[in-house]
């Protein structure tokens, strides 16, 4: 349940953080409404994951998780550069979730 609970943080945050390049910096009404509940519903997830997990080991998660999606969409979806070294920075957050991940478990 705590993976279930954190996934939806990150979730949260993602929209969240995606709603606010849309804001215009809080310029724009609907985008800014959405950033503010997004990352009110993450952090209220993130709360709740805290409660039977580590915070070391879900803060890491939630915030390389959430780093690696954010950057993925902006090369993706936005228009940001893509290049090898910025791949290689996403491919190395990620692979140090997983080793914190596998390392928590023990």
Do not use: C, R
């Amino acid at each position: 349940m705590p993976y279930l609970l954190l996934a939806g943080a990150i979730l949260s945050e993602v929209l969240a953080t995606t709603a606010m390049k849309y804001s215009d910096g809080f310029s724009k009404l609907w985008p800014s409404v959405y950033t503010g509940v997004g990352y009110l519903v993450a952090f209220v997830l993130l709360a709740q994951t805290l409660k039977s997990m580590s915070v070391g080991t879900a803060y890491a998660i939630w915030a390389g998780v959430g780093t690696a999606l954010i950057a993925a969409i902006g090369m993706v979806f936005l228009g940001e550069s893509a290049s090898a070294l910025k791949v290689l920075g996403v491919l190395l957050v990620i692979a140090g979730v997983v080793v914190l991940n596998a390392a928590g478990t023990h």
